[in-house]
Nanobody
Framework: QLQASGGGLVQAGGSLRLSCATSGRTFSSITMGWFRQAPGKEREFVAAISWTGSSTNYADSVKGRFSISRDNAVNTVYLQMGSLKPEDTAVYYC????????????????WGQGTQVTVSS
């Protein structure tokens, strides 16, 4: 199971750190990703990290502003978000997929409930 947290209301230019806690023995061996869905829009890829943490991938819209990381010792993946913009407003979801697949353009199979991020202008 995946549980995302850390969302909230922040002013433009601010920062937030999302966390995704997982349960189960397989976390340290799966690729983890963050996705988001804004009202009236399709869910979109944000970032992903390999199970070792050695590889990451970011959507162009967040590159340089967001950073994904993981701590396999505590079964948690993080999304550090900085220089937030109103267009970052969305429900953010964490997801997982077995290793060996591309970090993006992959059908993630484990999904958690989302956490709302609202960026005010």
């Amino acid at each position: 199971q995946l549980q995302a947290s850390g969302g909230g209301l922040v002013q433009a230019g601010g920062s937030l750190r999302l966390s995704c806690a997982t349960s189960g023995r397989t976390f340290s061996s799966i690729t983890m990703g963050w996705f988001r869905q804004a009202p009236g829009k399709e869910r979109e890829f944000v970032a992903a990290i390999s199970w070792t943490g050695s590889s990451t991938n970011y959507a162009d819209s967040v590159k340089g502003r967001f950073s994904i990381s993981r701590d396999n010792a505590v079964n948690t993946v993080y999304l550090q978000m900085g220089s937030l913009k109103p267009e970052d407003t969305a429900v953010y979801y964490c997801a997982g997929v077995p290793p060996g697949l591309p970090l993006r353009n992959t059908s993630y199979i484990y999904w958690g409930q989302g956490t709302q991020v609202t960026v005010s202008s």
